[in-house]
């Protein structure tokens, strides 16, 4: 007997939780109390916003003074494989780059402090940890640039342009 009651009660929560994630327009008018609605788990699977746009990590190599030319970082490789859309480790650079490139982009750059703070934050340092250790062994310095595609998918508007590094 206690073991229907409790697989009833459990039943009742995951169609609440349901209910609660499935139809948030729905939230105001079927879980009207603040007390129901604190046990009930908000888990969006889904952003409100979602990420709708790539970034494109360039970067150009220094030595003896010359530059390269902007090349840049793949970070995803196609695997043609029917698992891809459930298993897909190979997307996750693509995922690191954007979650990077958007909270380095969300920094405030207008004073010259605030400039030196982008250099010291996380994101900034991740990016340019990653490209001193892939950089050729003649390279003396790195720059780093994000770019994203235009609307019409044909060339890239660059969004950060980094300082010159030495690797």
């Not at 139809?23 to 699977?45: A, C, H, M, Y």
Request: proline share 5%; glycine share 4%.
């Amino acid at each position: 007997m206690i073991d229907i009651a409790v697989g009833a009660i459990l039943s009742i929560y995951l169609f609440a939780t349901l209910l609660y994630a499935a139809f948030p327009k729905w939230r105001g008018s079927i879980f009207r109390s603040e007390k129901v609605v604190r046990i009930i788990p908000k888990w969006n699977f889904f952003a409100p916003i979602p990420g709708t746009q790539d970034f494109y990590l360039l970067y150009r190599e220094s030595c003896n003074g010359n530059f390269s030319h902007w090349r840049e970082v793949d970070f995803y490789t196609y695997q043609s494989d029917p698992l891809t859309f459930i298993w897909n480790p190979n997307k996750k650079g693509k995922k690191i780059l954007f979650d990077i490139a958007t909270l380095l982009l969300a920094q405030d750059t207008t004073a010259k402090e605030d400039l030196m703070r982008v250099k010291l934050s996380i994101p900034y340092l991740m990016i340019l940890n990653y490209l001193s250790n892939h950089c050729t062994e003649l390279a003396e310095n790195v720059q780093f640039a994000i770019a994203r595609p235009t609307e019409d998918q044909v060339k890239s508007e660059l969004m950060y342009i980094s300082g010159i590094h030495n690797v």
